[in-house]
Structures are given as structure tokens and as C-alpha cells.
């Protein structure tokens, strides 16, 4: 049974930080590993897709690599900002259409 | 292009009633897939549906059922509801056709059950 893991649980940083949450997977057969972010009460919004054959993707300040051997992935936030102030989740896709798996979560306070 | 719409956007019921929550899919997606996030177990997938035939299924009792509309429009029904059925449930959509497609989701419906 696929589990996600992500550490740390909880992160406040100083604005202008940049910043690396990890998650984690136990079982390395995955299709697609994407990083969401939910805005509190609020749906996910997708940030990052990368693909099984890929190792990283880039979108503006942030950037996600993919270790499928290893089963980890990490998102990289530069420059962070207080917008950036939200729930980062990650999920895995390991069989079947749309069916994520997904990871604890990430809550991220970042301070003017 | 509209984004992935839930109705409605809170709900309240009591023990042993039933509830029919709505999804309508950003236009031209064909796979609706819901979730349910509890603080104490997150987010854990529910059932996916695809050209109106369910595709996908997750670990729920058989209270929790689903179906397609032909305009992909989704509702998820829970009967004899229990407590621990409160929850913000999500509706993703996506064309349906790969699996390396983005996943929209909806802002959500929270139920909350008395």
C-alpha cells in the first residue's frame, strides 16, 4: 500500500527565505508525483506535475525534483513571499486514473 | 473558462439522513474524481468517473456512491450519514485521457453532520 509522507508538518520562515519541503513515498512505481497547494477552506490548486520518466519541473519561483529510486521529492520555493502562506501537499499516482494518494501536508507561515 | 464548481458550499445535516453533493467539471473534461479530507485522516479518494462509468474506486463503505452525468456533470450521494462523515469534500476534473494530466479542483463542499 502506497504511503506519502512529508516533514516537516509545520514551517514559519521570515519572508525572502528560500525554502525546501520534502515528501516522501514508499513505494517507488508511481506515474506522476504533482505538489498542490490549499488555501484554508479551500480547494487544492495544482502547482507542479512531474512526470515518472522526469526528474525535475520549473514554474516561476519554484521548482520540484523527483527521485523515483529513492522515493522522495522536493519543492523548492525561492525568494519566498507572505502569499506563499498556505498547505503544500504532494501526491502520487500509482494506479488508476485521477486516484492520488496523497501526502500529510506541509503548513507554511511565511512572515512579513 | 470556468473552473471545476461544487454545490453547495456548506451543508448541514443530522445522523441517518442522506446527502446528494454536485460537481460540475471545467467544460470539455471528461474524468471527475472525489475526495474527502478529514484533519484526522487528510485526503483519501473516493471514486473516479470517466464517460459516465465509474473507473476508479477507493476504500469506502457502500454508503458512499457516485455517478456521471453525458455533460460529465457528477454528484456524490452518502446515505445514513454518521458523524464521522463531516468532512470538506473535493471534485477534481481532467480530460481523463493520460495519466500524466494536471488535476483541477473545485473549492469544495463542507458537510457537516449532527
Known amino acids: 500500500k502506497q504511503e506519502v509522507t512529508q516533514i516537516p508538518a509545520a514551517l514559519s520562515v521570515p519572508e525572502g527565505e528560500n525554502l525546501v519541503l520534502n515528501c516522501s513515498f514508499t513505494?517507488?512505481?508511481?506515474?506522476?508525483l504533482q505538489w498542490f497547494r490549499q488555501d484554508p477552506g479551500k480547494g487544492l490548486t495544482s502547482l507542479l506535475l512531474?512526470?515518472?520518466?522526469?526528474r525535475e519541473q520549473t514554474s516561476g519561483r519554484l521548482n520540484a525534483s523527483l527521485d523515483k529510486s529513492s522515493g522522495r521529492s522536493t519543492l523548492y520555493i525561492a525568494a519566498s513571499q507572505p502569499g506563499d502562506s498556505a498547505t503544500y501537499l504532494c501526491?502520487?499516482?500509482?494506479?488508476?486514473?485521477?486516484?492520488?494518494?496523497f501526502g500529510t501536508g506541509t503548513r507554511l507561515l511565511v512572515s512579513p | 473558462k470556468a473552473g471545476v464548481t461544487q454545490t453547495p458550499r456548506y451543508l448541514i445535516k443530522t445522523r441517518g439522513q442522506q446527502v446528494t453533493l454536485s460537481c460540475s467539471p471545467i467544460?470539455?473534461?471528461?474524468?471527475v474524481s472525489w475526495y474527502q479530507q478529514t484533519p484526522g485522516q487528510g485526503l483519501q479518494f473516493l471514486f473516479e468517473?470517466?464517460?459516465?462509468?465509474?473507473?476508479n474506486k477507493g476504500n469506502f463503505p457502500g454508503r458512499f456512491s457516485g455517478r456521471q452525468f453525458s455533460n460529465s456533470r457528477s454528484e456524490m450521494n452518502v446515505s445514513t450519514l454518521e458523524l464521522g462523515d463531516s468532512a470538506l469534500y473535493l471534485c477534481?476534473?481532467?480530460?481523463?485521457?493520460?495519466?500524466?494530466?494536471?488535476?483541477?479542483f473545485g473549492s469544495g463542499t463542507q458537510l457537516s453532520v449532527l
Open positions: 477534481a476534473s481532467s480530460p481523463g485521457t493520460a495519466y500524466n494530466e494536471k488535476l483541477f
Open positions: 513505494d517507488s512505481a508511481i506515474y506522476n
Open positions: 512531474i512526470q515518472s520518466s522526469q
Open positions: 501526491a502520487v499516482i500509482t494506479g488508476g486514473f485521477q486516484k492520488l494518494v
Open positions: 467544460s470539455g473534461h471528461r474524468s
Open positions: 468517473y470517466f464517460s459516465e462509468t465509474q473507473r
